[in-house]
């Protein structure tokens, strides 16, 4: 199902209709990739779906997966022309998140050593034990739990099996989250 058509004015939506000048690197059925004008090194480019969606909460799996697609192939052209030393993946969501243009589209960066990109945060790993909680409210891997017996719970739907209880998480040495 293709988004609908943004109610504002779209840079990228008119590069993909060609009806806005972009130095096209590369094109195919639901992408296109250009140089952006706002380059940080040589090559950077912007791989943008050509249906237009406002960002990752908004596209569809298919064209996030044609995006993610063109990224690495744009990715590997530049190795090949460039040869650079790296290559930074960047891609934003909302003002909150950076994101500056409002049709999703992801940065291939290509680097140099000493190029003077930074990372925009400094990274200070915290005791797993620290985690814990969070990861047992974001885990995707099992359904929640109905919990009837307890006083104001609803109870499961008629029918329902029995959810089995998770295994306890593992670290890479074997040991456990939870004591």
């Known amino acids: 199902m293709a988004a609908a058509a943004p109610p504002h004015y779209c840079v990228f939506c008119a590069i993909v209709a060609g009806k806005h000048p972009a130095p096209v690197v590369y094109e195919d059925s639901a992408t296109v990739a250009f140089l952006d004008i706002t380059a940080v090194t040589p090559g ?6 050509k249906t237009h969606a406002s960002d990752l909460w908004e596209i569809t799996p298919e064209d996030w997966a044609a995006v993610a697609w063109a990224a690495h192939r744009v990715a590997q052209h530049l ?5 650079p030393d790296g290559i930074t993946l960047f ?3 909302g003002a909150a998140g950076w994101q500056d243009v409002f049709h999703l589209h992801v940065h291939v960066v290509p680097r140099t050593e000493g190029d003077n990109l930074h990372r925009p945060w400094v990274a200070s790993p915290v005791p797993l034990e620290m985690l814990e ?3 047992r409210r974001l885990d995707m891997r099992h359904p929640p739990r109905h919990r ?4 104001g719970a609803p109870a499961a739907p008629a029918g329902s099996a029995p959810v089995a209880q998770p295994r ?3 670290l890479r040495d ?3 989250t939870v004591p």
Do not use: D, F, W
């Open 91 to 93: 891609q934003a969501n």
């Open 148 to 151: 009837a017996a307890e006083p």
């Open 44 to 49: 950077h480019s912007l791989i943008v779906p």
């Open 133 to 135: 909680g969070l990861r």
């Open 174 to 176: 074997g040991s456990s």
């Open 168 to 170: 306890r998480p593992l």
């Open 79 to 83: 190795r090949a022309k460039l040869n």
